[in-house]
């Protein structure tokens, strides 16, 4: 008889056969930075994660970067919006200050900036709305590249185009070499979903559209192919690393990413699944430890070589640099 139990019977023999790890440099912690440092503090939807100033930020990073997480993806906070996003190309905008302050002062850690306009606009759509209420595609390509450029000068290491617009990756790689910038890489957010996974990060960053949703956009939740064809387009302009946004509900998707192309894979286990899962520990109706290494581990398991997530640091102290 076939007995699988056999290597199940004690913790030496199970962690003999374990086929995956999560390791701990592997993922990255997104950082909220505000520009007023009034808007700093605790975000009551999302118990446990902060919003920095720039200042506090450099201090957050070394305390990751201790831990073993040298990896982090930087979302600004500006004090002003305007319906054309100007705050986010401001060469002294909060993303460019923050990113200065941790290459200065960390130079070792990899620096990504989310690169988008809903947080710097006041209606909170990702780019120019025109007439019809719709975003106008291309007129917000040259906004993401003009600010893209001013991360680049900043220090950035990876830029990660959020927005889903057409055309993005290949606009900011092109304006990026004729500036010398060859070594920036771009994280593509190349299969995001329009997903109600994202309602936490709203709060937190101020950036819920005032009118409509994102759904011309971002792509619709029941489509799976189309996300492969994303990816591709993304993989051709020149993304040296694709996305697959949100986590937990596309686990299908990130593993068809994986065996369909080359690139390194990132899954991004957006605010709504960690404010669920913090949700539910507050109540006692899921133990911590074991469902948090659960989650993370089923993303590796899925095929993602790395992991965007908001429980990174604290998945780190518990289980040290080696992960
Ligand atoms: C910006 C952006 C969003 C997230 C990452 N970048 C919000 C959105 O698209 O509405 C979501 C991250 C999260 O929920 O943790 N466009």
């Not at 809903?118 to 025109?130: A, L, M, Q, S």
């Not at 906004?143 to 617009?165: C, K, N, Q, W």
């Not at 694709?242 to 957006?270: C, Q, S, T």
């Amino acid at each position: 008889m076939h007995r699988p139990r056999r290597l199940r019977r004690t913790p030496v023999i199970r962690s003999l056969v374990r086929e995956h790890h999560v390791r701990v440099d592997q993922l990255v912690q997104p950082l909220f930075v505000v520009q007023n440092p009034r808007d700093a503090g605790a975000i009551s939807s999302m118990p446990g994660i902060e919003r920095f100033t720039v200042e506090r930020v450099v201090d957050e990073v070394r305390e990751l970067a201790d831990l073993g997480v040298k990896s982090v993806l930087l979302f600004g906070i500006p004090e002003f919006k305007d319906a054309t996003a100007t705050g986010n190309y401001d060469p002294n905008g909060v993303v460019q200050q923050a990113i200065r302050a941790i290459k200065r002062t960390n130079p070792s850690v990899c620096v990504i900036a989310d690169l988008c306009n809903c947080e710097y606009t006041d209606h909170g759509h990702c780019g120019i709305v025109t007439e019809s209420g719709d975003v106008d595609n291309d007129a917000t390509v040259q906004l993401l590249v003009r600010t893209a450029i001013t991360y680049a000068e900043a220090g950035v290491d990876v830029i990660a185009p959020s927005d889903m617009m057409d055309g993005r990756v290949d606009a900011i790689r092109s304006a990026l070499d004729a500036r010398d910038f060859t070594d920036v890489a771009i994280m593509a957010y190349s299969a995001k979903y329009a997903s109600a996974f994202y309602g936490p990060f709203r709060e937190a960053a101020g950036s819920t559209p005032q009118f409509g949703d994102r759904r011309t956009y971002q792509m619709d939740p029941p489509n799976a192919r189309e996300a492969l064809r994303e990816i591709e387009l993304d993989i051709e302009e020149g993304a040296d690393i694709v996305m697959v946004k949100p986590g937990l509900p596309y686990l299908d998707i990130v593993r068809a990413a994986r065996d369909a192309f080359e690139v390194p894979i990132a899954v991004y286990n957006v605010s709504g699944e960690y404010s669920m899962i913090q949700a539910a520990i507050a109540n006692g109706w899921l133990e911590a430890e074991r469902t948090v290494d659960e989650l993370l581990v089923s993303f590796v398991r899925a095929g993602a070589d790395i992991i965007i997530t908001y429980f990174a640091k604290e998945f780190a102290a518990r289980h040290g640099a080696r992960g």
